[in-house]
């Protein structure tokens, strides 16, 4: 069973410029509402009854955010607006399920991930990575599903165009299992499109075994001088932890990079 999920909080946020010079990405509207709050009920509607929040001393304003109910309390005490009623029990529902950790310096997701390992109680639990909406399909609970099925770590894979690579991880497919899923015999960090052993990327959305722990402690610093999930999970790949790779069938929006940011408000509205 996945019920607990983790999500890196952490990071700087310098794509979306000048908007994040104050104020944390995660918590940045799209369509009204705060993007994190579409990854929360993606979790939530998945079954997971635990979240982990990954968050730095410059992103303390998204505890203040959760952590904000006796304010609604004091507003709703004189005027009993029935949205802002609903809001209040909503805030109440995430806060109930919501940790938090800190990470203060942003050396990489790598390093983001090993700092829940004493909050990790089950086998395996779910990552997402909040720049990566996917809508109209919840892509975590089709993962668990596969999880369930095949007692394999899941990873979200999408393809991309061959001239893009470097932005992403990058996997490399051994057999495939059916028309939307295959096993991973190999992932590299952003790889140069020569380099890429396909034009199959790795999306934010990860099932993973207590055992990245274990590798996550020994694991150096890659690409950029940052600790990378990649590489620690390239080095199960070759000690023979079984991955597969899910091509989810939902909407894929990128909400790190400014244009994707304000293509998501225009996307998610007609939905
Ligand atoms: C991270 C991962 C990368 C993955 C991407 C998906 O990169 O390191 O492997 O393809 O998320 O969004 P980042 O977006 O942090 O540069």
Request: charged share 30%; aromatic share 10%.
């Amino acid at each position: 069973m996945i019920k607990q999920a983790i999500i890196p909080l952490a990071g700087l946020g310098t794509r979306l410029l000048p908007l994040t010079s104050v104020f944390a990405k995660e918590l940045l509207p799209i369509n009204g509402k705060p993007g994190i709050e579409y990854i929360i009920d993606e979790c939530i509607d998945a079954g997971v009854n635990e979240i982990i929040f990954i968050i730095s001393k410059k992103k303390r304003m998204i505890k203040k955010y959760f952590y904000n109910d006796k304010f609604y309390k004091s507003l709703i005490k004189n005027k009993k607006d029935p949205r802002i009623i609903r809001e209040y029990k909503k805030i109440l529902k995430y806060k109930k399920k919501i940790k938090f950790v800190y990470q203060n310096k942003p050396l990489g997701t790598g390093d983001a991930v090993l700092k829940t390992k004493k909050f990790i109680t089950n086998n395996y639990f779910l990552m997402l990575l909040p720049d990566d909406l996917i809508m109209k399909k919840n892509c975590s609970k089709d993962m668990i599903k596969l999880h369930k099925k095949y007692k394999a770590s899941v990873m979200a894979s999408m393809t991309v165009k061959k001239n893009n690579v470097n932005r992403w991880g990058i996997y490399s497919l051994s057999k495939k299992i059916d028309k939307n899923n295959f096993v991973i015999s190999d992932v590299i960090e952003k790889p140069s499109s020569k380099e890429a052993p396909s034009n199959n990327a790795v999306i934010g959305r990860y099932i993973l075994s207590k055992h990245i722990f274990k590798f996550l402690k020994k694991q150096k610093k890659g690409k950029g001088g940052e600790i990378h999930i990649t590489d620690s999970i390239k080095t199960m790949i070759e000690n023979k932890f079984p991955f597969i790779g899910h091509k989810f069938s939902g909407k894929y929006l990128d909400c790190g990079s400014m244009k994707g940011y304000i293509k998501s408000t225009i996307e998610i509205s007609k939905l």
